[in-house]
């Protein structure tokens, strides 16, 4: 009796085996259906900063596209045939806002894409003032909002609300991951304002007018800027008083970026024996500062070495 009951139990685990083979080949019910709520959230970004951190907060629920690469300022961008389509096929596009992406208005109202949620990440973000008195397409206030890391928390929190909206079934992964990426962030913070105590001198000057937020959270003064307007050419009378400017005051770091033509700070610092310093307020540009927290990172290293005695 007991052998029987033995070989009854052998027999039915060799055919659930059996049919666990069979499984992969045919789908169950079930399975299709969690497959097809499966796919990953398409996000567009429209520039790298904002890419990076859909991918901190969505990481494998998300496939992200860029429409600018980190070599690409974020003034002077000229739009592909191809980021139309990206739009097109998109769920959620983020931007910063703030008349700072000029050129994607035309994009989304092209793509008409009824479904695509647009997050807007400079909501709530106290705003400083642009750095150079002239009227542009800044006139809402300085848009290099994302230079500060504490801006970039609020930032986040946009981002991780769009997410929400379109699959709320992952909730609590999201907040896990948003909760996850804002304490690297504070420790990175934390890390960077011990590394500039010892720096005194904190006197810079910067290529375009960007840095104003960054200058704010570290300590840095920013005494001009080279190219005030980006697609602009600065006046000489600008240049000339910059030079006399750094010599009087003893300057000794002059920014260079990526994004921008590098002859004018290479210019500078000939005339005033000051040093070009690259910093890059876009990810993907210089090796070792492919994510934001890497970049800010890069990004105050590069100075602390400049400035150090
Ligand atoms: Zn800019």
Redesign the pocket.
Known sequence: MILHRKKTALRLLVLASLLLEIEPGMPSARALESAGSNPPIKVVATFPVLKDLVQQVGRDRVAVTSLLNGLE???TYTPKPTDIISIQEAQMLVQIGLG?EVWVQALIKNADNRRLLIVTTSTGVALLKNQENHNDSHSLGD??IWLDPENVKRMLRHITEGLLKIDPAHQDYYLRNQTEYIKDLDATQQRLLIKLRPLRNKQIVTH???WSYFARRFGFTIRGSITPQ?GTEPSAKHLFDLIRMIKTEKIRVIVSEPQLNPKLPQMLAQETGAAVVVLT?IPGAVPGAETYRSMIEYDVDQLVNALQD
Do not use: D, M, T
Request: charged share 10%.
């Open positions: 300022s974020e003034h700072l848009p290099h375009h007018a960007a980006v307020p």
